[in-house]
Antibody, heavy 116, light 113 residues
Framework: EVQLVESGGGLVQPGRSLKLSCAAS????????MAWVRQAPTKGLEWVAS????????YYRDSVKGRFTISRDNAKSTLYLQMDSLRSEDTATYYC?????????WGQGVMVTVSS | DIVMTQSPFSLAVSEGEMVTINCKSS????????????LAWYQQKPGQSPKLLIY???TRQSGVPDRFIGSGSGTDFTLTISDVQAEDLADYYC?????????FGAGTKLELK
């Protein structure tokens, strides 16, 4: 059974950093692209970042470029999202998702609140 | 970026009715290479993560009931739910997975009349 379990969320002040993790199991992690998708409170879904299966290439939405870094450790079957210079508009639930050409499996999500 | 225009914003239905949700993309999602439309539909119930229902516009994900039907090609797509059940009350989103950045529609809230 495919499982994606996010962790690392919480309340953080504007301008500070936070690192999210996503532990994957039930599939060969190193064979798949992975992504982060977020959802602000009462809002819709928004793709944030993607990474190739080897980790050799990464992609970001414009609003997080230069502030967020997606990475992975295939030996640990874990995906990461390093978020720096956080802004209030980054407040959202962040979902880890497997990218098998389409986002087919999702974690339960982790809440990130950016507020002073 | 490809813009996804989803309608309606919300829909009130009774159990047993049929509903349709529409999604229009700002450019074609049809791949000339494999003739597949890179359009997916998701269901999200309150407090839960999104669940993949349909991909390639009309391919049902394993385990999804056959009352969920995806159709359309190019720029115009539809999700039809026949014989709506109480368990289908949720938010529905379309997603274009044709080109980066992948973009979602704004969502449709399906409510009980």
């Amino acid at each position: 059974e495919v499982q994606l379990v996010e962790s690392g969320g919480g309340l953080v002040q504007p301008g500070r950093s936070l690192k999210l993790s996503c532990a994957a199991s039930g599939f060969t992690f190193s064979n798949y692209y992975m992504a982060w998708v977020r959802q602000a409170p009462t809002k819709g879904l928004e793709w944030v970042a993607s990474i190739t299966n080897s980790g050799g290439s990464t992609y970001y939405r414009d609003s997080v470029k230069g502030r967020f870094t997606i990475s992975r450790d295939n030996a640990k079957s874990t995906l990461y999202l390093q978020m720096d210079s956080l802004r209030s508009e980054d407040t959202a639930t962040y979902y880890c998702t497997r990218d098998a050409t389409v986002f087919d499996y999702w974690g339960q999500g982790v809440m990130v609140t950016v507020s002073s | 970026d490809i813009v996804m225009t989803q309608s309606p914003f919300s829909l009130a239905v009774s159990e047993g009715e049929m509903v349709t949700i529409n999604c229009k993309s700002s450019q074609s999602l049809l791949s000339s290479g494999n003739q597949k439309n890179y359009l997916a539909w998701y269901q999200q119930k309150p407090g839960q993560s999104p669940k993949l229902l349909i991909y390639y516009a009309s391919t049902r994900q394993s385990g999804v009931p056959d009352r969920f039907i995806g159709s359309g090609s190019g720029t115009d797509f539809t999700l039809t739910i026949s014989d709506v059940q109480a368990e289908d009350l949720a938010d529905y989103y379309c997603l274009q997975h044709y080109s980066s950045p992948y973009t979602f529609g704004a969502g449709t809230k399906l409510e009980l009349k």
